[in-house]
């Protein structure tokens, strides 16, 4: 198993520029999301699914959409990149969540992105 | 507004002796809480969970607390080894609006544990 993988693993963009980061899983999993990681603000939840054709926002979603169009892929698409969104971004799967247990999140290598 | 603070962003310890991370949350409906590890350039790894129902949970040399009247956890490990070193998330699960469940992660802390 490859687990969950994320392309690019680096990226720089101008200003207004739009792009596409991809993550995959092989697991099988129902749950994915995309997280954010900046100096001093942890891992901020940008949008999750719990399958496919089904998505949610997280704590900061505004400027990235998603869809979900298979199990297997989560696409995170930057329409108008911003300075604002320079960060590391992680990918992470696992089985659907309920209140009665946890299921561990897998997470994907992360794609550093520069928005100059 | 974070639910899920920790603050405290570094901690060095000497190899040997006792580590305390620690984590504040401020949703009482949080289920279930989980503390993940991370090196430089990889994604963070899971490390152990614990219920909102209980108040510890031990795994080798990591225990987690949790004082649900406090809204505080915290790990322990001990004995720390340098190769704890790394950045420690705590995160909680809660349902969102849309009724589906998804994970809130805290800020981090970096522990640095001395040979």
């Known amino acids: 198993n490859a687990g969950v993988t994320q392309t690019p693993k680096f990226q720089v963009l101008k200003t207004g520029q739009s792009m596409t980061l991809q993550c995959a899983q092989d697991?099988?999993?129902?749950?994915m999301s995309w997280y954010r990681q900046d100096p001093g603000m942890g891992l901020r939840l940008i949008h999750y699914s719990v399958g496919a054709g089904i998505t949610d926002q997280g704590e900061v979603p505004n400027g990235y959409n998603v869809s979900r169009s298979t199990t297997e892929d989560f696409p995170l698409r930057l329409l108008s990149a911003a300075p604002s969104q320079t960060s590391v971004y992680f990918c992470?799967?696992?089985?659907?969540?309920?209140?009665?247990?946890?299921?561990?999140?897998?997470f994907g290598p992360g794609t550093r992105l520069t928005v100059l | 507004d974070q639910q899920v603070k920790q603050n405290s962003p570094s901690l060095s310890v000497q190899e040997g002796r006792i580590s305390i991370l620690n984590c504040d949350y401020t949703n009482s409906m949080f289920d279930y809480f989980l503390w993940y590890k991370k090196y430089p350039a990889e994604g963070p790894t899971f490390l152990i969970s614990i219920s909102s129902i209980k108040d510890k949970n031990e795994d080798g040399r990591f225990t987690v607390f949790l004082n649900k009247s406090a809204k505080h956890l915290s790990l322990h490990i001990v004995p720390s080894q340098p190769g704890d070193s790394a950045v420690y998330f705590c995160a909680a699960s809660a349902r969102g609006t849309s009724g589906t469940y998804k994970y809130i992660f805290g800020t981090g802390t970096r522990l640095k544990v001395l040979a």
């Open positions: 697991m099988n999993h129902e749950y």
């Open positions: 992470a799967s696992s089985y659907v969540l309920d209140p009665y247990s946890y299921n561990e999140q897998f």
